[in-house]
């Protein structure tokens, strides 16, 4: 295993709601709490969850887009949040992001040319901007003439193409990927991963990849972290994962995965309802009121992230597991 590039560290962070009363304290929703990931050099991890569980809130953290309430993010050791002016502008250059919809991150007013060459201008990345134009459209497997064009030329899988050639520009070691292909037709979403996984290769790109969908984790994702309410609460292989969850909460999302039996597309319809994980916080387990698996002690006592096995790559935060 090749060492880490970028880590989270007993991460934590909430927000501040508006105030319920004109006199009273404005309330707080904790969206991650106590968070530990590493993310190692050359790899693809997976993050992986439902909608509210704190995935996005993560990515921006790891980007150094926001700063965390608590805890430390690191990027090759160094913690991004003491890090200088021209220590961020470097972190800049060797840090990108995907976003989830391109048609709310591309400049409707700008060419397709002038977005892609936007981060070498920005960073002031003293290269020739057209020479390294050509060789993005051409990774990304669009005509030089894209250039010209503005972004609603393009149909969507094309606009995230242009985004992908965007974060690419300023050539990365780590590729965040929020949701990349979520907002996609279904006909152009494995097009879109397998293009990644190709850059992935051809950039020597180190990516962390976020989903809620178990399916795209498994087909370009080398190690899984599965989150729910704010917490890791299963780290490990996505083939282990997949063939032996620990977590009862990532048995749930793989048993919600429609799969074809006798020709009929099926659901199993008796997955547990785990829609609207919020950050709100309570004592024991978060999942503990959906836990088929759940004891006295899961309502009294927050089980721990600990590793299992001997060689420790797997990880789950569950009292029955740990036990």
């Known amino acids: 295993m090749n060492d880490p590039i970028l880590e989270a560290r007993a991460v934590s962070r909430s927000f501040r709601l508006p105030r ?25 991890l997976g993050i992986v969850g439902e909608s509210g569980s704190g995935k996005t809130t993560l990515a921006h953290l790891l980007m150094g887009l ?35 919809d391109p048609n709310a991150s591309l400049d409707p007013r700008l060419k397709v040319g002038t977005i892609i060459t936007e981060p070498l201008r920005s960073l002031k990345i003293n290269t020739d901007h057209q020479t390294r134009l050509a060789e993005l459209l051409d990774a ?13 030329e393009f149909s969507g899988g094309q606009r995230q193409r242009i985004a992908i050639a965007r974060a690419l520009a300023p050539n990365p070691k780590v590729l965040v990927a929020d949701e990349p292909v979520s907002a996609l037709d279904v006909s152009v979403r ?32 080398d190690r899984v972290a599965v989150m729910y309410s704010g917490r890791i609460v299963e780290t490990g292989p996505v083939e282990d994962l997949f063939t032996a ?35 709100e916080r309570s004592s024991g387990c978060s999942f503990a009121p959906r836990c088929p698996l759940v004891h006295d002690v899961c309502y009294a006592d927050d089980p721990k992230l600990l590793s299992l096995g001997v060689n420790g790559e797997r990880s789950v935060a569950c009292h029955a597991a740990n036990n």
Do not use: W
């Not at 429609?258 to 309802?273: F, Y």
């Open 66 to 100: 926001d700063q965390p309430t608590s805890g430390q993010i690191q990027y090759r050791g160094n913690d991004i949040a003491t890090m200088s002016r021209a220590g961020l502008r470097k972190l800049r250059a060797s840090m990108q992001i995907i976003f989830q």
């Open 245 to 279: 969850p620990e977590h009862p909460y990532t048995r749930t999302l793989l048993s919600a995965i429609p799969r074809l039996r006798g020709g009929s597309l099926l659901v199993d319809e008796s997955t547990d309802d785990v829609e609207g994980a919020s950050g």
């Open 190 to 221: 494995a097009k879109t991963l397998n293009l990644l996984q190709d850059l992935k290769e051809q950039f020597d790109l180190t990516m962390v990849m976020i989903s809620h969908d178990l399916s795209v984790m498994h087909h370009v994702c």
């Open 140 to 152: 990304v497997g669009l005509a030089t003439g894209a250039k010209n064009r503005y972004p609603h």
């Open 20 to 44: 319920l009363s004109l006199t009273g304290k404005r309330p707080e929703i904790q969206a991650l709490l106590d968070v530990d990931i590493i993310v190692n050099e050359g790899e693809t």
